[in-house]
């Protein structure tokens, strides 16, 4: 069971996602550019950038993405 959770204002919003164990994930975050992006595990960054989606490669465990 893949869980999200979104919480935002204006200025800012968060999703925080999780991964079951033994599994893989492609995360798609809307944001206006990839820069605006921000992963709770720091050496997480977008593999890519396409119609208003930053796209994360990830394995399981618990993220949190903040878009400013």
């Known amino acids: 069971e893949i869980t999200t959770r979104l919480v935002g204002s204006e200025m800012c919003k968060e999703t925080d996602v999780t991964i079951p164990a033994n599994t893989t994930a492609e995360i798609f975050v809307p944001a206006p550019d990839a820069e605006s992006v921000a992963s709770s595990d720091p050496s997480l960054k977008p593999s890519?950038?396409?119609?208003?989606?930053?796209?994360?490669?990830?394995?399981s465990g618990t993220y949190r993405f903040t878009v400013k």
């Open 48 to 59: 890519s950038f396409t119609d208003g989606y930053a796209k994360f490669d990830v394995g």
